[in-house]
């Protein structure tokens, strides 16, 4: 019987697996030190020619890299080598198992190991399953079936064995609460511990498949996001390496933060970007470095078309037609008689001897223009500039055929002239115009048809970068060149629906997970309001997938449910929140007017100052009044000097404001790095030049941090 479920068995395994650890980790310390001498000794002794020591070098600086991260992941283990264990039953081997599961596994030696990596299939059943008969699936789609004994948690801080729970024992929102009452960083280590069913399912779903995840504010989109990928790379480490996934997101600050965390997911080398990045990689030698990029543009109402499908879909069709009449698609002729060697003049040459006469006799039809009518028409997914060249090749091809027929031979010269009549017969090798200049025809003709449109000059936002990366990806692509075999896209409420209809064209053979929440979209005009538009471009396949998190894990219940009314008045669809059974004070708004408002907005921030908080955010519609604020108030209250510095897409609220409250001004301040107590350390307050929107002072206690 392997179950050892009393306190003192548990205690004793503890210790066990710690002192595995530190054998694993003065092991592999050694091992890298004595790789680390040996990669020295042959970059000293290295030299251009000798492949052999160039082999050996790669292969050691290989090995070197896997040893350094399995030291790293041992050391990490030192303090916390696992939180959770399943005993179960399996019914194909007829026998008993007990496996504890941690962030990463822990080997005793090849045969025996201490603890199951979380990633691993058998370790699904810790997250998903409750006592008694069930299954976990494995990668190649096979169910195994177990009997699930026991399932346990445990709390162990500084290699001390705390307190453990059995699931049929603590309920599972009084373990999380247990969790959420630890600051921001012990939170981030005890994510793998805390994952959720619902969380779960989108983990370890296949990545053959796309799929969209609509989470409210705090669900984990982000979190779950970045635990996908470690178990992708975990389970499919023959089909996905590091190098085939792209994290897009909306902001730097964004992807910082997530590049701080992958590595203690023992996930290496991802390439991170934000969208426009992304786009100015997919134009490839055709970005012009003189552009600068900068934030959306406000071109009023009807400018906002640019973030939409209907755009797209102009721009596709503006493209079609540019193709359509700038290849010529009339029958290749061409008369034998107009390529005769022969002496003229007293001169050696090639000339034509037809008169001008097109005699049906002499004329040799090399491609009909039916032919190459139905080639650009079967090919929609062929660049411009690739159907040019594949039509050029075809005719050369045909100009050779010709030239081995029967019936008729051709000098050399001949030969040559014909082939120098015939190479640029459907264009040259590169397209004739820019993407720029395609561009600047393209927003000249919208606006010739009444589209209120801003054309740019030296600057270039995320629609801007979207319609020139499809303009080099339809009309000027020669080469395709593999990019990501799977994209995640974070906050992708924020991008229209223009971006996504781009990212399928020019990112081919290509899954996606996207994770937002139209609740969450800043920008009515361009960002997403209702997901159907990305569905029904992205979700193509039949196991392709949209789900939902409901659970919010940062918001008390006062919280969310002020902020469900807020939503309730928009004119979109919602997701409603269900919060973490946690408690905070009541939401209340203060009434404030006039020149009031920057009084009474300093002097609620000095006082959260003088209650400790290190961060505090004011949040204004329009930047010019946020700037204002700042200058005449930021000198006593440094916090708010360091926040002026941030974009309003970097606040931690973000919430859409119905029409009729468009008048709202939020600010907010969120204690970073400290503990997030049950008698709350966050304070938020609204603020309007409107009085008749007010109805009195709110304080709130959210955990308002990212991730």
Same mark, same amino acid.
């Given at each position: 019987m392997k179950r050892n479920i009393s306190r003192k068995a548990e205690e004793a395994y503890l210790a066990e697996t710690l002192r595995v650890v530190r054998d694993n980790v003065r092991e592999y310390g050694q091992e890298v030190a004595k790789m680390q001498e040996d990669i020295d000794? =042959?970059?000293?002794h290295y030299h251009d020619n000798d492949a052999e020591v160039l082999?050996?070098?790669? %292969?050691?600086?290989?090995? !070197?890299? !896997? =040893?350094?991260? *399995?030291l790293e992941r041992n050391e990490k283990a030192l303090k916390k080598p696992y939180f959770g264990r399943i005993v179960f039953h399996d019914e194909a081997l007829n026998k008993e198992e007990s496996l504890y599961i941690g962030r990463g596994g822990i080997a005793k030696d090849t045969t025996h190991q201490m603890v199951t990596d979380w990633r691993a299939p058998v370790a699904n059943a810790y997250y998903e399953n409750g006592l008694g008969k069930c299954s976990y699936p494995v990668p190649d789609g096979q169910q195994m079936e177990i009997e699930l004994l026991l399932k346990r948690t445990y709390e162990i801080e500084d290699a001390k064995l705390i307190d453990y729970y059995d699931s049929e024992v603590v309920a599972n929102d009084e373990l999380l609460t247990r969790y959420l009452a630890k600051n921001k960083k012990a939170v981030l280590g005890e994510i793998i511990a805390t994952i959720q069913q619902e969380q779960n399912e989108i983990i370890r779903k296949s990545p053959y498949h796309s799929m969209i995840v609509q989470g409210v504010a705090g669900s984990g989109k982000t979190t779950v996001a970045m635990h996908r990928i470690s178990y992708i790379l975990y389970n499919y480490e023959e089909r996905f390496q590091p190098e085939d996934f792209y994290i897009v997101g909306s902001n730097r600050i964004l992807l910082d933060y997530i590049t701080g965390v992958l590595p203690d997911l023992d996930v290496y080398g991802i390439r991170q970007m934000t969208m426009e990045q992304l786009f100015v990689r997919l134009l490839y030698e055709d970005w012009n470095e003189t552009y600068r990029i900068c934030p959306v543009r406000d071109a009023g109402k009807d400018g906002a078309v640019r973030g939409t499908l209907a755009w797209f879909e102009k721009l596709q069709k503006f493209c079609s037609r540019v193709e359509w009449n700038k290849i010529p698609r009339t029958t290749v002729l061409f008369n034998r008689k107009q390529f005769v060697e022969g002496l003229r003049d007293g001169r050696v040459g090639v000339f034509d001897e037809s008169g #001008?006469? %097109?005699?049906?006799?002499?004329m040799v039809v090399l491609m009909t223009g039916e032919a190459i009518e139905r080639y650009i028409r079967q090919n929609p997914s062929v660049s411009a500039q690739s159907k040019v060249l594949m039509l050029q090749e075809r005719l050369m091809g045909k100009v050779e055929d010709e030239f081995l027929g029967k019936g008729i031979s051709y000098t050399l010269e001949e030969k040559k002239a014909i082939r120098r009549s015939m190479r640029k017969r459907f264009g040259a090798r590169q397209w004739k115009k820019s993407v720029y200049e395609m561009y600047h025809d393209f927003l000249t003709e919208q606006?010739?048809?009444?589209?209120?449109v801003e054309e740019p000059q030296e600057e270039l936002d995320v629609y801007d970068l979207a319609a020139l990366a499809y303009l080099y990806r339809r009309m000027r692509e020669t080469e395709v060149i593999s990019e990501a075999h799977h994209i995640v896209v974070d906050e992708a409420q924020d991008f229209g629906v223009m971006v996504y209809a781009v990212l399928k064209e020019c990112v081919r053979s290509c899954t996606y997970t996207v994770m937002g929440d139209v609740s969450q979209n800043i920008r009515m005009d361009y960002g997403i309001s209702d997901w159907e538009g990305v569905k029904n471009i992205l979700l193509t396949g039949e196991r392709d997938n949209f789900c939902v998190l409901r659970k919010s894990y940062r918001n008390t219940v006062e919280i969310a449910n002020f902020a469900s009314d807020i939503l309730a !008045?928009?004119?979109?669809? #919602?997701? #409603? *929140?269900e919060p973490v059974i946690r408690h905070g004070e009541a939401v209340g708004i203060r009434q404030t007017a006039g020149r009031d408002l920057y009084r009474e907005a300093a002097k609620i921030c000095k006082g959260w100052q003088t209650d400790g908080f290190d961060t505090i955010a004011v949040i204004r519609s329009r930047r010019r009044r946020r700037q204002s604020f700042c200058k005449k108030n930021c000198r006593s209250c440094p916090g708010i000097r360091k926040k002026r510095r941030l974009k309003k897409e970097s606040w931690y609220f973000r919430w859409n404001i119905p029409r009729d409250w468009n008048s709202m001004r939020f600010c907010c301040s969120a204690r970073i790095g400290s503990p997030i107590r049950r008698t709350m350390d966050t304070r938020s307050f609204c603020m309007s030049r409107r009085q008749e929107h007010c109805t009195g002072w709110r304080l709130c206690t959210p955990a308002t941090l990212p991730g």
């Open positions: 000794e =042959m970059l000293e082999t050996i070098l790669n %292969n050691t600086v290989t090995m !070197h890299t !896997h =040893m350094k991260r *399995a #001008g006469k %097109n005699d049906p006799k002499d606006k010739q048809q009444g589209v209120c !008045h928009g004119e979109f669809p #919602g997701y #409603g *929140a």
